[in-house]
């Protein structure tokens, strides 16, 4: 695995643990939108990492995160 594809899918994670500190928003609304944007941005990282592994055929990864 590259540096660089081990940095993103660190990055991705990191993204995805921040979301489990989103507790300490004080109403539900806005627990719920910031978990609804930390999600799909950790999933478009993590993607990348793994595109970045995966070498040509990651351009499927990367085609499923620009539709999502």
Do not use: D
Not at 3 to 15: D, F, P, Q, R, T
Not at 33 to 45: D, L, N, T
């Amino acid at each position: 695995m590259t540096h660089a594809a081990e940095l993103l899918m660190a990055i991705g994670g990191g993204i995805t643990a921040l979301g489990v500190g989103l507790l300490r928003l004080k109403t539900p609304f806005a627990r719920f939108r910031a978990a609804g944007k930390a999600s799909p941005v950790a999933f478009i990282v993590t993607a990348l990492g793994a595109g970045v592994i995966i070498g040509p055929a990651g351009g499927a990864l990367l085609a499923v995160a620009a539709a999502a």
